[in-house]
């Protein structure tokens, strides 16, 4: 991409209204616009982190073995009043009437609709387990909309749904998520904790939140320091393995969110060395609930012994919007955003530093074909700016790889490679700096 065919509105001053640094970053890059409360326009460079985040999570996902659907945006008001929840779910719920009265809601959730879905279509337990997943706009008319899109009313979640024959299966459907969600924070570059967690309106009786410490965060969180160091699973991992050692390591340290913190416990069982007191920012949580919407819905298949049962079901959200603000709050500095390589918008910032000289220009056009050639992706600055103005934006923008090229440089056969996150600049040649990156 060229900077001067792109649309990058980047705005010269802080606004006013941004509070903390996620926000205040992606509406001065360009990334996000602001349309009413916690409503947003994804502007170019934002929408393409959004579809990176959402390619990591498909991959994965589909690796565990989860179906990928669309359901609408708006259901049936008598959807929910089946499932008992219409009335419990209060003003976050978007209400809506048709021209004909009739009630719909815009979803902030999908149990409900993906529950009616199965009971309509699957009635044998061959078909188990199942899991059926979307990546779709929500609406919660969130109290204190804030902090830009990690407290949006309008976000994209990943909401995946399991269905099994009993309680068994369900755990181990659980545990498939539980492991997934590790591989799919550390993939995006970001350490997310497991919690244990409060199960809140969606219901059930276990269930782990994954939080990403930062001190912008909204919820405390109280956990063992070896929740940081342990591994997470490899690329080999096989999912239809025996995942109870992962989930056992993982859930044995002492880690939970403010509503089910046990000071006792946490002062007993963590050295004083070890305990961590922090703030975390919600990006996912996995729900078991067992029969919580398949026995008032009637959702159930026939078991092996031909009898009847309810259907045992977890549910799996994942903030993918409110991600790229948490990944933005978990690597930025004074100059801007540091992104982390599977995410960034651009992996590379090329800055042409004298666009006038035919040398230079040509250089970087070499350099911008090849990177375009080798598959990576390329944002070259060759508009008027002065220098300074071009180091300043491509550093608020954050590639993780900048190549800076000028005369003086080209006249001693060589370009600067600039590594964002530490700042380290390296001169080498253009072919050595084409090896490097591809
Ligand atoms: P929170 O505690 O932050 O209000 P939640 O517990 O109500 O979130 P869930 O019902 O667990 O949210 O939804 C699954 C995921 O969707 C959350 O883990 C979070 O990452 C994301 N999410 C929830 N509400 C919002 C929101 N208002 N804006 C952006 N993402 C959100
Ligand atoms: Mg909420
Ligand atoms: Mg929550
Ligand atoms: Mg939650």
Redesign the pocket.
Known sequence: MRLSRYFLPALKENPAEAQIASHRLMLRAGLIRQEAA?IYTWLPAGLRVLRKIEAVVRDELDRAGALELLMPTLQLADLWRESGRYEAYGPEMLRIRDRHERELLYG??NEDMITAIFRAHVKSYRALPMNLYQLQW?F?D?QR?RFG?????E?L?K?AYSFDLDEAGARRSYRRMFVAYLRIFARLGIRAIPMRAET???GGDLSH??LVLAPSG??AVYCDRGMLELPIPGDDIDYDGDLEPIVRQWSSLYAATEDVHDIERFERDVPAERRVQARGI????VFYFGTKYSQPMKAAVTGADGAERAIHGGSY???V???VGAIVEAGCDEAGIVWPEPVAPFRVGLIDLDPADATVSAACEYLYAQLQARGVDVLLDDTGERAGVKFAHMDLLGPPWQIVVGRRGLERGVVELKRRATGERTELTQEDALARLS
Do not use: A
């Open positions: 916690g902030p959730t929500k919660r969130e909309p899109v990690l407290r949006g009313r976000f979640m909401d809140g309106p969606i939140e994954f909204e919820s919600e990006v996912g949580q959200g994942i903030g919007s409110r991600l």
